[in-house]
Nanobody, 118 residues
Framework: QVQLVESGGGSVQPGGSLTLSCATS????????FGWFRQVPGKEREGVAC?????ATYYADSVKGRFTVSRVGTTISLQMNNLKPEDTAVYYC??????????????WGQGTQVTVAS
């Protein structure tokens, strides 16, 4: 059974940085693709970044050059720099065996809140 547990959320001022971590179990990185998503109340969940089972990385245009996704062992990280108020959301880690571009990932974490405000 795949289990994902996010951590590292919090509050930060605009221009600041945060690193989110996703501790994984039951999902070997050689077979799984790991994505980061975010959601604001009243809006659809948005894909932010993904690292594929082959190590390729993909980013939403809104975060390119500011966010970096990586995997080390069983931990998937999302380094977020130059944060903006519009990055405020609940961030979710997700895993799927198919690809980074499946309509919906099969396994999800519980989410962690990121708030960017002065």
């Amino acid at each position: 059974q795949v289990q994902l547990v996010e951590s590292g959320g919090g509050s930060v001022q605009p221009g600041g940085s945060l690193t989110l971590s996703c501790a994984t179990s039951g999902a070997p990185s050689t077979y799984y693709n790991f994505g980061w998503f975010r959601q604001v109340p009243g809006k659809e969940r948005e894909g932010v970044a993904c690292v594929s089972s082959r190590g390729a990385t993909y980013y939403a245009d809104s975060v390119k050059g500011r966010f970096t996704v990586s995997r080390v062992g069983t931990t998937i990280s999302l380094q977020m720099n130059n944060l903006k108020p519009e990055d405020t959301a609940v961030y979710y880690c997700a895993a799927d065996r198919s690809s980074c571009f499946v309509p919906k990932f099969g396994a999800w974490g519980q989410g962690t809140q990121v708030t960017v405000a002065s």
